[in-house]
């Protein structure tokens, strides 16, 4: 199903871009998709019938559709590009990670365009006990349109989404060659860290988060009082939430007070391998309409998390830079930055 979600967000970015490939650019085209656990329901699915029918009765197509890279295999072979072509997997810092990699290879003249993002489908029975059985999820059962509720002094744990987000990259001077109908943000760094401290909970100081943010503005050329908006991880976790926003402190100092900082995952949930490339989307748009999208089911202010996070209605505002923050288990860490484009 993962590989559904990323065809067809591929088929809708590529139709959106207006692009129209040539067999010369289609070698030129690579194809970077992350996916933080790839065909998990296709495992539990394939492992039932080996149980109750044998290994013969176990599908040939078991082992290709659960392996994260086929999601950017199969968008290659739908579109026929021969450029570029792997898989990221770091958690929930997979799909993010892809857009990243896919920068670096517009950078250094590897590829012309990239189809990159994530995908990701695990809402399935195995997932939900083993996520429940390390109180990641939040519990609120009894009123899940209030369960995520990222930087709220009452979370208690995320809320698992699924879905896809793809997204065509390409040099300026190939967008400006093909006369690009729509541009809706140029990207312009990245950074990446790693926590080094624990295989599901983030520093506490959230030192390796500062360092993703640190680094990707270096890599951007930008200083840390240029940034109007933060697309936070904001997962809705007591700890993520809080190590988040010591991060966001130690990069800004007084000024982290001023910036507008908010988490979408209140709106569509957790998508995990799949939530960097969704939110960087949702930056992208944010810098383009000049409205930030709130944090909803901001309720209760928590001591420990006392930033501005856009309390549960939209805000307009003029944002000319902004970051996208992931984080995944394992201490992976990325920071997207986004400008406004100008002609």
Do not use: W
């Not at 967000?9 to 030129?28: F, H, M, T, V």
């Not at 369960?147 to 990259?169: K, N, Q, T, Y």
């Not at 390796?208 to 840390?224: H, T, V």
């Amino acid at each position: 199903k993962f590989v559904q979600f990323a065809l067809k967000a591929a088929i809708e970015a590529i139709q959106d871009s207006g692009i129209n490939l040539s067999e010369e650019e289609k070698e030129r085209t690579g194809v970077i998709i992350g996916a933080g656990i790839g065909g998990l329901r296709v495992i539990e699915e394939q492992h039932k019938i080996l149980l109750e029918s044998g290994p013969s009765r176990v599908s040939p197509f078991l082992i290709p559709m659960l392996i994260p890279d086929i999601a950017a295999g199969q968008v290659a072979i739908h579109f026929g590009l021969k450029g570029v072509n792997f898989a990221t997997v770091s958690a929930c810092a997979s799909g993010a990670h892809a857009l990243g990699v896919a920068l670096n290879l517009l950078k250094n003249g590897v590829t012309d365009i990239a189809i990159a993002g994530g995908a990701e489908s695990c809402i399935t029975p195995l997932s939900l006990a083993g996520f429940c059985s390390m109180k990641a999820l939040s519990t609120r059962n009894d009123a899940p349109e209030k369960a995520s509720r990222p930087f709220d002094r009452e979370r208690d744990g995320f809320v698992m989404g699924e879905g896809a987000g793809i997204v065509v990259l390409e040099t300026m001077e190939h967008a400006i060659a093909r006369n690009a109908p729509k541009i809706y943000a140029e990207f312009i760094g990245a950074g990446m860290s790693c926590d080094a401290y624990h295989i599901t909970a983030p520093d506490p100081d959230g030192k390796g988060a500062f360092l993703s943010m640190k680094y990707a503005l270096e890599n951007a050329g930008i200083k840390p009082e240029d940034i109007d908006y933060i697309n936070a991880h904001g997962t809705s976790t007591p700890l993520n939430d809080k190590s988040e926003t010591s991060a966001i402190k130690a990069l800004l100092g007084e000024k982290a007070y001023e910036t507008p900082v908010s988490s979408i995952k209140s709106m569509i949930g957790h998508l995990l391998g799949a939530s960097g490339a969704v939110e960087f989307i949702a930056t992208a748009l944010t810098i383009k309409e000049g409205v930030i999208p709130p944090t909803i089911n901001y309720e209760f202010p928590d001591p420990e998390c006392d930033l501005d996070y856009i309390p549960n209605k939209a805000r307009e505002k003029d944002v000319k830079v902004a970051i996208s923050n992931s984080f995944g288990f394992g201490g992976h860490n990325i920071t997207l930055v986004l400008k406004k484009f100008s002609e």
